[in-house]
């Protein structure tokens, strides 16, 4: 018989947050890790803050969905940066993840507004191969 998927029971249970939201979680947590500059450590040495794993996942969500980030994440029930707390706690209680003594759910509060982060700071990057050329602003 199949061992049951730890995150898929915790998300049939908790139910505020789409399971992609907690898969997500997961894979923003290498892009936390390289920002905080702690990707050749390990073990506890690689642990990340809550400051510093939304700063990654910002970083990746600007990366997959651009300034259609915010709303994507409305669309998982996340609509503001506790939520990710939330999740994450819920993650910590299951033992998925790890938190040191230091670390709170307040970590997570009043981190960044969506809108600002997401839609007035957006800046589309086009390839070089598409005839990209530097903004007037890029210029030295």
Known sequence: MKEPDPVRSIWKKDGRYKLEAYQFLFDSLDQAVRLAGRDKAEGNERHVTGQELLAGMREHALNLFGPLAAQVWRSWGVHET????KIVFLLVEAKLLNRQEEDTIEDFRDGFDFDTAFVDGYRPVLP???GARPQPDDEA
């Open 82 to 85: 506790l939520d990710w707390g």
């Open 128 to 130: 070089p191969e598409l």
